[in-house]
């Protein structure tokens, strides 16, 4: 059964620096999030892309972060400017089109900010 | 926005028995609800969905309730097993464009005791 997978599963970044984490849907997927969970937490809502643009995007998504779909497989979400309060563990999901509901999410990425 | 609450935030039941989580809801346009189980580390794994026009669903030993008047939803796992352990969270979601992002509970740690 296809999975959505992300990359890398564990980043440890200093205070400052920009990190991109990436992730491929599932291949016949048209709509995209980012949700993070920091740890012992709810799962939030970063962001959602569709059609090469974003369709929502939550408070947390400030000025810092932003998404792109470079290629018709990758879809990424990049914080420039990390800040210790970013640690936590994000999530990619993707979900089929219109009238299917379903979000199917990936393993997450580990950051870690020090 | 919406505001998801769930409870318990713990729940600890016997082998075999029944366990109940409940979650309300804030927006009564939400019409699609979800819940998810994550284990220790991985990924929320979707497990059973209700869409606002039905009030109940069931899939094996799990089945979801829906009570739109009141906005609040449950999930019910009969005949538990120690494979059951795990978070569950439940979400909410407004359907429609191109959005359907999902709003968290805080989750239910649920241990099944052998």
């Known amino acids: 059964e296809p999975e959505v997978t992300q990359t890398p599963s564990h980043q440890v970044t200093q205070m400052g620096q920009e990190v991109i984490l990436r992730c491929v849907p599932i291949?016949?997927?048209?709509?995209f999030y980012w949700y993070r969970q920091i740890l012992g937490q709810k799962v939030e809502f970063l962001v959602s892309f569709y059609n090469n643009e974003i369709s929502e995007k939550s408070e947390i998504f400030d000025d810092q972060f932003s998404v792109e779909r470079p290629d018709g497989s990758n879809f990424t979400l990049k914080i420039r400017s990390t800040k210790l309060e970013d640690s936590a563990m994000y999530f990619c999901?993707?979900?089929?089109?219109?009238?299917?509901?379903?979000?199917?999410f990936g393993p997450g990425t580990r950051l870690t900010v020090t | 926005g919406e505001n998801v609450e769930q409870h318990p935030s713990t729940l600890s039941v016997q082998e075999g028995d029944s366990a109940v989580i409940k979650c309300t809801y804030s927006d009564s346009a939400s019409n699609y609800f979800p819940w998810y189980k994550q284990e220790l580390g991985k990924r929320p794994q979707l497990i059973i969905d209700?869409?606002?026009?039905?009030g109940e669903k069931k899939d094996q030993r799990i089945a979801v309730t829906l009570n739109k008047t009141a906005k609040h939803f449950s999930l019910h796992i009969t005949e538990t097993q120690p494979e059951d352990s795990a978070v569950y969270f439940c979400?909410?979601?407004?359907?429609?464009?191109?959005?359907?992002?999902?709003?968290f509970g805080k989750g239910t740690l649920l241990t099944v005791n052998p």
């Open positions: 979400a909410a979601s407004r359907g429609g464009g191109s959005n359907y992002k999902l709003t």
């Open positions: 209700i869409r606002s026009n039905v």
């Open positions: 291949s016949n997927h048209l709509y």
């Open positions: 999901a993707s979900r089929t089109g219109t009238g299917m509901y379903e979000q199917y």
